[in-house]
């Protein structure tokens, strides 16, 4: 099975400051590749799939891309709304997620 | 809109059973593979199951593989998940979400329930 590695565990930003979590599976997946936000207490939402397309309604301050076989998700302009834990997805024969970042504010 | 709707949950000792239920509204169920996502307390996401549109296939990891069923009433729009022989490490939100993408296997989920606890412990 494919094994994803995500990075920070933990992030501390502030306001306005432009933020990256990136994820690298253990093999390829091509573009099979998504972003997920939780926030507290919630269930978690799509914000990106296809590694670079934004889901209906995701403001546009996300934005996912993909350099070889390492995928970032890309927050411009972090908000006080942006702060939870964020998970990427990948699909080859099965689905394993990523072990999530925790965004707080600094 | 669309709306996943989950039940079912609640306290059950280890090796006995429990069965939830999604029930889906605002598109049209019988289109979309569905899948059952869960997350241990303080824990990440977990994939547990999927099927097919039509119910034909379905899909698990090794570790509830035996043990889940995951079928679909397409009449009624509602999707379920049986548990058998549940384990303490089952303990978790288990959320229904709509499969979208990819030619063979979809490759994400764009809705998602608000998700119900199980619990299992003597």
């Known amino acids: 099975d494919i094994q994803m590695t995500q990075s920070p565990a933990s992030l501390s930003a502030s306001l306005e400051e432009i933020v990256t979590i990136t994820c690298q599976p253990s093999?390829?997946?091509?573009?099979?590749l998504s972003w997920y936000q939780q926030k507290l207490g919630k269930s978690p939402q799509l914000l990106i799939h296809s590694a670079t397309s934004l889901a209906d309604g995701v403001p546009s301050r996300f934005s996912g891309s993909r350099s070889g076989t390492q995928y970032s998700l890309k927050i411009n302009r972090l908000q006080v709304e942006d702060t939870g834990i964020y998970y990427c997805?990948?699909?080859?024969?099965?689905?394993?997620f990523g072990g999530g970042t925790k965004l707080e504010l600094k | 809109e669309v709306q996943l709707v989950e039940s079912g949950g609640g306290l059950v000792q280890p090796g006995r059973s429990l069965k939830l239920s999604c029930v889906a509204s605002?598109?049209?169920?019988?289109?979309?593979?569905m899948t059952w996502i869960r997350q241990a307390p303080g824990k990440g996401l977990e994939w547990v199951a999927s099927?097919?549109?039509?119910?034909?296939?379905?899909y698990y990891p090794d570790s509830v593989k035996g043990r889940f069923t995951i079928s679909r009433d397409n009449a009624k729009s509602t999707l379920y998940l049986q548990m058998n022989s549940l384990r303490s490490e089952d303990t978790a939100t288990y959320y229904c979400?709509?499969?979208?993408?990819?030619?063979?296997?979809?490759?994400?989920?764009?809705?998602w329930g608000q998700g119900v606890m199980v619990t299992v412990s003597s």
């Open positions: 605002g598109f049209t169920f019988n289109n979309y593979w």
């Open positions: 093999q390829g997946i091509g573009n099979y």
């Open positions: 099927i097919t549109n039509t119910g034909g296939s379905t």
């Open positions: 979400t709509r499969a979208r993408g990819g030619l063979y296997l979809p490759h994400y989920f764009d809705y």
């Open positions: 997805l990948q699909i080859s024969s099965t689905w394993t």
